[in-house]
């Protein structure tokens, strides 16, 4: 009974490098949410997607940050030209579906950029 | 404002209960939600309390929810050095979604 799976969960980047980070929802959800966790902070929200379609980025910076949840396959959230403020906890969450559903938490991705 | 607020640190002695606070910010939040952190895991959903109840409890937690104040908190009892961790409180706004915002943690020591 596998849970949200991301990967990887340590990522090092220089400054300037993509980063993709990748996220499994459970078994049947449809729903994923990205956070993100600076350090010594909590936890502020990113982006929320359904299959295929965004339905609320009011989190996400402007630049330099996407997200998608492909038909097939896991949830990507890409940031480029990466800069030391990214370095970050990045947690997916995942849940069926409806406005009452518990999220389901992934163990989360620690990028470090150099 | 936007913000949910909890208090950054608590230190309790082992046996002894914790109390950990939170304010959240909106009125018609339909869920408040308890998740858990230990160093370099993710979270894990501890309890929740719909927005119409007042208390409830679960083993060693009890969730109290003060509507009018908008404050809830989180009571553990005879609390282990296991429970150390971050605690988070979260509410859910009801955006269509389940748009769920979280405090800023807090982090709860206990000594043995």
């Known amino acids: 009974n596998a849970g949200v799976m991301q990967n990887p969960r340590h990522l090092v980047r220089r400054r300037g490098q993509e980063a993709r980070l990748r996220c499994s929802p459970v078994?049947?959800?449809?729903?994923v949410y990205w956070y993100r966790q600076l350090p010594e902070e909590g936890l502020k929200f990113m982006v929320y997607?359904?299959?295929?379609?965004?339905?609320?980025e009011s989190g996400m910076p402007k630049e330099r940050f996407s997200a998608e949840f492909p038909k097939e396959g896991p949830s990507i959230l890409r940031i480029q030209q990466v800069v030391r403020g990214d370095s970050a906890a990045y947690f997916c969450?995942?849940?069926?579906?409806?406005?009452?559903?518990?999220?389901?938490f992934g163990s989360g991705t620690q990028l470090s950029v150099l | 404002g936007e913000d949910v607020e909890q208090s950054l640190f608590l230190s309790v002695r082992e046996g002894d209960s914790s109390v950990i606070n939170c304010t959240y910010t909106?009125?018609?939040?339909?869920?408040l939600y308890w998740y858990k952190q230990e160093p370099g895991a993710g979270l894990q959903l501890l309890t929740y309390i719909f927005s119409n109840m007042d208390m409830k409890q679960d083993q060693r937690l009890t969730v109290l929810l003060n509507k009018k104040d908008k404050h809830l908190s989180l009571r553990i009892a005879d609390t282990q050095t296991g429970d150390s961790a971050i605690y988070f409180c979260a509410e859910v706004r009801p955006r269509g979604y389940q748009k769920v915002t979280f405090g800023t943690g807090t982090k709860l020591q206990v000594i043995p």
């Open positions: 078994k049947g959800h449809s729903h």
């Open positions: 909106d009125s018609s939040s339909t869920y």
């Open positions: 969450a995942s849940s069926p579906a409806g406005a009452n559903e518990k999220l389901f």
């Open positions: 997607l359904q299959k295929e379609n965004i339905i609320d």
